[in-house]
């Protein structure tokens, strides 16, 4: 996670990575840029408080409910809890959230399509929790970069070209290498 003043806006803004997740009640930006992950852009109107994550794998199915975990936020279903779980810890109600869901983009042919896999895994998710979804822009080819304001709600979405498709090809590449070699059991936090 890397924080910065934006100089054009003044504003503070938080750029998260795959696996990371922000939660904040100020007048804050959060931004990632998504090739075949995917973003959930979360708030409660109401409480004043919202957040976003970026996950590239849809489930663990190895894992166990309940435990707290770091790295495992690469997993949608830890992604999902975790980033839900701090929400309503900073004051939100689980009747109020908003769901805005991004990426999923299928950003190079040779890939497999683990992009329609997480948009798969998201709406699932928000389904089966109860849950709604407001917006969202999910799939095609390209990637994204998004930039989400909790305290409004507002999102902008800049859909990049073909020329980003390769650096964030090897991007995700690199971290799909890295975490199919560092198994989730090593994050486990019990308490």
Sequence with gaps: MQKSIDPAEGITT??????????????????????SCISACVRDPVAGVGGMNHFMLPVDK??????ELSDANRYGNYAMENMVNALLRSGARRER????????????????????????????????EGFKVVSQDIGDVYPR???????????????????HNQSLVDQESQYFHNIEHKPVE???ELF
């Design 62 to 67: 190895n894992s166990a409910r309940g435990l």
């Design 14 to 35: 938080i750029k998260i990575l795959p696996g990371e997740y922000y939660v904040t009640r100020q007048d804050e930006r959060i931004e990632t840029v998504l090739g």
């Design 97 to 128: 959230l908003e769901f805005k869901i991004f990426g999923g983009g299928r950003i190079m042919s040779s890939m497999t399509n683990i992009g329609w896999y997480n948009i798969g895994f998201v709406f699932d998710y928000i389904y089966t």
């Design 145 to 163: 970069k998004v930039m989400y304001y909790p305290l409004s709600g507002r999102v902008r979405v800049r859909r990049l070209n073909a020329m």
């Design 186 to 188: 090593d994050d486990v």
